[in-house]
């Protein structure tokens, strides 16, 4: 059997299911509230994001390195779902110092 093959799509895929799966859809009535346009939002309470950036920084940091926790960051920004934001910053927040102008560009794409 083939190994599946580790992307930063697939990993932005796997935080994704788990923000879905996981979120409070009562918390989410809740969140809307913070903003003037409609939002859409799984109900995650931050200290829980951070806890599972965390986790994902973590590993990726280890096994990947500082470029392909950016490519899922990347990823990540490109989400529709408030949570997908969020973690991509908690994913780099750590990191600020060792981006360049290169991957800043790639954000602001």
Do not use: N
């Not at 299911?17 to 931050?46: C, D, M, N, P």
């Not at 920084?57 to 280890?62: K, L, N, Q, V």
């Amino acid at each position: 059997m083939a190994e599946r093959q580790i992307t930063s799509a697939s990993v932005a895929a796997e935080i994704r299911g788990i923000l879905k799966r996981e979120g409070s859809a009562e918390h989410s009535k809740g969140v809307q509230g913070f903003f003037k346009e409609e939002i859409k939002s799984h109900g995650w309470y931050t200290a829980d994001l951070r806890r599972l950036a965390l986790r994902f920084r973590r590993s990726i940091g280890e096994e990947r390195g500082l470029e392909f926790l950016t490519q899922v960051a990347d990823r990540l920004f490109g989400g529709r779902i408030l949570e997908d934001k969020i973690v991509a910053v908690f994913l780099l927040e750590k990191s600020t110092a060792s981006l360049d102008e290169q991957h800043f560009a790639l954000f602001e794409s």
